[in-house]
């Protein structure tokens, strides 16, 4: 069964600095993989996906993930963070098995704190 | 463009309770769910619309909830009768159909209800 974790409850780092929210994954074949942010009260807001190609993919305000088929990790990233990056991620992986359904499956999400 | 839109934003009732949430997906998009996002945790489908027609609703608690599209547009989830354990967010996404799945899901801000 596919599944996605998200080792990390929270992470904190300084204003200024890079950032880097990590995202494991299992699945039975080739992976589509997604990071949402979520801001309080909100609903999720897409960031970006990996489909097929280049193994770093560029996404909205200067995230972007790099996709490790051997370590089946991907992981989110910002060279330098900001305090309005302070939100709730979630990687998500589709479900393409043999039920065809193409749910996303989401991981726990991890808090991400910016400090100025 | 407009994006997903949901109503009612928040929603207290008391247990036994009847209560329905309102979606309306970004125009164009065909596919159409549901997820409940119970607090520190990811969303979970519920269920999944292609147009007018419920594909995947394996995860829909039947004894409790319906929902219904009835024109492939808008669409409504309902719950009847709420329990306590029904507290949660939840959230209505769109997308439109591509091939093999690779499509993005748009979430709503979702309808965050509370039951008492």
């Known amino acids: 069964a596919q599944s996605v974790a998200q080792p990390e409850d929270q992470v904190n780092v300084a204003e200024g600095n890079p950032l880097t929210v990590k995202c494991t994954y299992s699945v039975s074949g080739n992976p589509y993989l997604f990071w949402y942010v979520q801001y309080p009260n909100r609903g999720l807001q897409f960031l970006l996906k990996y489909i097929t190609g280049d193994n770093l993919v560029k996404g909205s305000y200067g995230f972007e993930a790099e996709f490790n088929k051997s370590q089946t990790s991907f992981h989110l990233k910002k060279p330098s963070a900001l305090v309005s990056d302070s939100a709730l991620y979630f990687c998500?992986?589709?479900?393409?098995?043999?039920?065809?359904?193409?749910?996303?499956?989401f991981g726990q999400g991890t808090t991400l704190q910016v400090k100025p | 463009e407009a994006g997903v839109v949901q109503s009612p934003r928040y929603k207290i009732i008391e247990k036994k309770q009847p209560v329905a949430f309102w979606c309306n997906p970004i125009s164009g998009h065909n596919t159409l769910y549901w997820y409940r996002q119970n607090l520190g945790q990811g969303p979970e489908l519920l269920i999944r619309y292609e147009n007018e027609e419920a594909v995947d609703d394996s995860q829909l608690p039947k004894d409790r909830f319906s929902a219904e599209r009835l024109k492939g547009v808008d669409s409504t989830l309902k719950i009847q009768p709420a329990e306590l354990g029904d507290s949660a967010v939840y959230l209505c996404?769109?997308?439109?159909?591509?091939?093999?799945?690779?499509?993005?899901?748009?979430f709503g801000p979702g309808t965050r209800l509370l039951v008492l």
């Open positions: 998500a992986v589709r479900d393409i098995g043999s039920s065809n359904t193409g749910k996303l499956i």
């Open positions: 996404a769109s997308s439109p159909r591509l091939a093999g799945f690779q499509e993005t899901q748009y």
